[in-house]
């Protein structure tokens, strides 16, 4: 075997020629079989008359330290190794990247070994250069005298170096894998700071110099100036954020409170912006509610409205928001505190929730009516007045008596609280409603600041309120108009429609002494072969033929003249079944020469059909002209299927195909007079047999999908013999 790798080897390196493989052979005890021009070429001690590897190629006594096969690592498995050596003299050493390859010939253990190497010393020495300045950037952190941490998305430390353990208290490994939070103030957090940290970042990319407060181990506040950088992977997503955080508690208070009202400011635009985004009353109620007590709105634990109902004259409860008791309130709080979202899809999240708890809220919205001609009662002169009225400690903070008791029951009663603050909601013309808003769970003070926000807040939802009523109103007349627009089309085509008969009328008038004097003469010279021939034959057949088709085409004419006035009838009782047949044979050439495969189901052998033959003959001949016209630019095989059946009450006949179908759109409009989708005819086809049917006393149903075909079902009254008087045939 050896002898034979060692032809394929040499074969392989004519082949090669030069280019840059190291490639040789050994055995298993470390000879040197074989090697390929390159590398004898290239490595500067070779000398082949030395039987081991490390010899002949290394210039070295010893097998090599750094050979795995040296090691007895994974020596019967194909493995890669680096090696470090130097080439050419007064150069740098080359890294040689080998794949070992064992070669078996029967036995557990390999026999020898082909070992294939390429020079990757550029890539190694990047590497390596990358690796050291990996070192570097990690020892300039961590011996930075600031704080430098790496966040991930969900605001948990990953890295915490040894600046940050001097100004926090907290060591690295009390920190890492927890969250940020641990570090904010409670305050802070309530007025959304985090919110606008990652706001910026979103739209920024990144946060300079941004100064607040921070809290140590030791739970003392200090003041910090934070520069933090949005982090992205080699796909532009981002992982997280770096924040370098220097001490800056010299700095004045003034300065944040400054801030604060930045802050404020721009949640306050933020949640203007969403009142506008829908003219939906309830929905409009909803943000408002939401975006009161939520964390990056208001802050406020529970609000409550109440709406003007002019038909009851009395303000009453509406629609609330706020958790029942302490528990529920931290549970959506953790929940909303846990990753990071806009205003918007807290909205949404709180809109999901609601109505899956905050049953609480929902009893007292139920309790709080109060009729508006008590002028003196707290909320209806917020409302009336348009005034803002703060209660604390159950007491009015304006120092006026009101009333504020509901059916017995004081107001911070059926609250539960005695401190809360009434807002009104009013347009230009009339009061709207009030909002109530109050901190039942976490019993904080309402500040004036809070107040004021909420009076402007108010403000902007009485106009979005007021807005979503004109827009609503302008949407009914707008509907109004439409409807107008479509009696009116309707109108006009129905003009246009009534235009179209007249036409017709008139022409037809116009064509028939033309068309009947043909007619005469061939029905003449039809009734001349019928006479003459003998019985029996083709000639006498086909003369019979033209002479009835002849009377159906004067009768056919006739009824367009006649389509604005009910045909005459000549009735009788009918076998419906040989009026199919004769149809069937009229148009057995059509059916034929389109391919189509025509089906006779004809099970209806007692039932007797009352009325015009003729007529009957006119509406089931356009019924299969119909059916024809559907495999029209279709390139499947097409079925008409006609079947008959009957009982004690009725005579069905159904005429079916599997062509193209009707679009359901204008199902509707088939048997209106001149209605046609097609570029020519008519449109009366479906109509006369629509008059001609109902004539007879019957109905006609269709059955129609897209793609799949119709079936038209005429269904007549069974008639055991022919009645007395034929009332039933009249227009």
Known sequence: MKDRLIRILRQLDSYMGRYPVYLYLIDAEYRLLWSNQFLEEKLPHFDGSRPFCYQALWNREHPCDDCLLVQDLERQKVIKNVLQRSLQPEQDDRYLEFLTLPIFEGQDQPRGYLRIGVDITQSEKERLALQTQERLFASIIDSSADAIIFLDNNDRVLEWNRGAEDLFGYSAEEMIGQSILKIIPQELMEIGELYYIRKELQTRGYLKKYETQRLKKDGELIYVDITSTRILDSEGHPIGRSEIIKDITSRKELEFELRRTVLELSKLNELNELLYRTYEPREIFENILIAITSGEGLRFNRAIILLRDKKTNMLKGYLGVGPSDEEEAQAIWAELQDHYRSLQEVVSIYREKMGQREYQVHRIVQQLQVPIEKKKHLLVRALE????????????????????????????????????????????????????????????????????????????????????????????????????????????????????????????????????????????????????????????????????????????????????????????????NRIIHQVASVMGGAIEHRGIRLALNLNCFSGKVYGDEKLLYHALLNLFKNAIEAFEDLDRPGNITVQTHCDNNNVMIEVCDNGRGIDPAILEKIFQPFFTTKSSGTGLGLSIVKQIVESHGGEVVVDSRPGEGSCFRLVFPNRRQAPEESSEMGN
């Not at 707008?478 to 089309?489: P, T």
Request: net charge negative.
């Open 385 to 576: 007045s348009r005034q803002v009225y703060q209660v604390q400690e159950g007491e009015v903070i304006s120092g006026h008596l009101y009333d504020i008791h509901i059916n017995g029951r004081s107001l911070m009663d059926i609250l539960g609280t005695d401190s809360f603050v009434v807002v009104p909601l009013f347009s230009k013309q009339e009061g709207l409603g009030v909002i109530i808003a109050d901190n039942c769970i976490t019993n904080r003070d309402i500040a004036s600041e809070d107040i004021e926000s909420l009076k402007v807040f108010a403000h902007q939802a009485s106009l979005a309120i007021e807005n979503a009523r004109l827009y609503q109103s302008l949407q009914d007349r707008i509907r109004e108009l439409q409807d107008a627009y479509q009696r009116l089309e309707e109108n006009q085509q129905k003009l246009l429609r009534a235009e179209r008969l007249a036409a017709l009328g008139e022409m037809a008038a116009k064509v028939a002494h033309e068309i009947r004097n043909p007619l005469v003469s061939i029905g003449g010279f039809a009734n001349l072969i019928t006479r003459r021939a003998p019985e029996n034959t083709d000639i006498r057949k086909f003369a019979v033929i033209i002479k009835e088709q002849v009377l159906n085409l004067e009768n056919i004419l006739n009824n367009i003249l006649n389509i604005s006035r009910p045909p005459r009838s000549d009735k009788k009782l009918i076998d419906v």
